[in-house]
């Protein structure tokens, strides 16, 4: 299956394309571990390709592109607006592009990006329900479906009351990819609530402690082997598996860790205060809403981006954002001590990031480490 358009550019075409320009140092200098890069993004990330040695090496992408919304972002004082019909305050940036020219646009520089990655990299596209459809084959194309890892819910705001035919809008999506199977994945979990505790263990034992069971035969046949043996004299039932040896069980029966049912049904126990400690797996429904007074329009919730960043990458990895915005990855990545490139063509975003790095105390940012390029087509 494809996406099939007019204006779609063969993937080598893309690549061998020669990048225009060059990017310019203008503050710190060439070996800065940290980069800004004030510029398009698709000549910018040429330019890491073939004059700084970026290829396969990137460790992880996040971006949050325009969505096709045929809006113009403004910021107006100090506040941000997405309200598109308010005339008031200066453009950040304008969105669009409609229809193959966005999904073109889109991915030409994914397709650079995949060229950056390096073999354990992930990447985090964030959309709207309204294009993320044909972003998702666009991103099976060029990663591979086998590369699919997630489609993230994320629930942006709260319910609110609207005048359209049609149910409520509160969720966008982000569309997680990885290079290879071979990717950092450091298993985010998070604490059980009081209630999840109390309704995934539900049992109370004699001793006032908080049990459930589990069955100790999963689906799946084995003719042969120790789990289709009989465990105190039973075979595990048609169909079906021991998931633990018939010795491993005779030691939880020992330990008092068999709950038999009345109709002579055997189960694990498993304590909630053995396993609270671990956290829960976190799904992949997520709730962060955006900040409610934005430095820049658009801009996203940076415990999302801790999130993100934590469960994809480690110490001292190199990560890229090439729609930077207001920098919420770049300040992010700075937080967990990751190195960070982070490209963007508005004026303000670059503003805004820099006032923010600014605000940063030197434990946290090491002005040495940083340097700004913009990219000139000459
Ligand atoms: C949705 S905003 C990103 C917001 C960001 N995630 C944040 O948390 O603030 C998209 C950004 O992409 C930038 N952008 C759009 N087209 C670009 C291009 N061709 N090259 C570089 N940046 C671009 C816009 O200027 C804008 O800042």
Redesign the pocket.
């Known amino acids: 299956m494809k996406l099939s358009y007019p204006k779609k550019k063969k993937e080598t075409t893309i690549l061998k394309k020669s990048g225009k320009g060059k990017l310019r140092i203008i503050e710190g200098d060439t070996t800065s571990l940290n980069k800004l890069i004030y510029?398009?993004?698709?000549s910018?990330m040429k330019c890491l390709i073939n004059d700084y040695g970026y290829k396969g090496k990137i460790d992880l992408v996040?971006?949050?592109?325009?969505?096709s919304t045929n809006n113009t972002?403004r910021i107006n004082g100090k506040r941000a607006s997405t309200i598109s019909s308010s005339r008031d305050g200066e453009t950040?940036?304008t969105?669009n592009l409609i229809g193959q020219d966005f999904i073109e646009?889109l991915r030409e520089?994914v397709i650079l990006l995949k060229e950056l990655m390096s073999d354990r990299a992930s990447i985090y596209l964030?959309i709207d329900y309204k294009i993320g459809h044909y972003v998702k084959v666009m991103m099976d194309e060029i990663f591979g479906i086998k590369n699919f890892r997630n489609d993230i819910t994320r629930i942006k705001c709260n319910p609110k009351n609207f005048k359209r035919k049609g149910y409520g809008n509160i969720k966008d999506l982000i569309l997680f990819y990885t290079k290879s199977d071979n990717f950092t994945f450091n298993e985010p979990r998070i604490p059980y609530t009081k209630e999840d505790i109390k309704r995934l263990y539900s049992k109370i034992d004699e001793n006032g402690r908080r049990y459930t069971t589990i069955p100790i035969h999963a689906p799946g046949e084995t003719k042969n082997g120790e789990s289709s043996k009989k465990w105190k004299g039973m075979k595990p039932p048609i169909g079906r598996h021991w998931r633990i040896k018939p010795k491993e069980l005779d030691k939880l029966e020992s330990k008092g860790l068999i709950e038999w049912s009345k109709n002579n049904n055997p189960r694990q126990i498993i304590y909630a205060d053995e396993r609270e400690s671990r956290g829960k797996y976190i799904q992949d429904i997520w709730e962060y809403k955006?900040p409610q007074y934005?430095?820049?329009?658009?801009?996203?919730?940076?415990s999302l981006?801790d999130l993100i960043i934590k469960t994809s990458s480690n110490e001292d990895d190199v990560l890229l954002?090439?729609?930077?915005?207001?920098?919420?990855?770049l300040l992010s990545a700075n937080r967990q001590n990751r190195r960070w490139v982070g490209?963007?063509?508005?004026s303000?975003?670059i503003d805004?990031i820099k006032s923010e790095l600014e605000k940063l105390d030197n434990t946290l940012f090491h002005e040495s480490q940083y340097g700004y390029y913009e990219h000139s087509d000459i």
Do not use: M, Q
Request: glycine residues 6%; hydrophobic residues 20%; proline residues 9%.
């Open positions: 510029g398009d993004n698709l910018s996040y971006i949050d592109p325009p969505f972002f950040a940036y969105d646009f520089r964030h955006d934005p430095k820049y329009p658009t801009e996203k919730n940076k981006l954002d090439c729609f930077s915005g207001s920098g919420t990855t490209i963007d063509n508005s303000k975003s805004v």
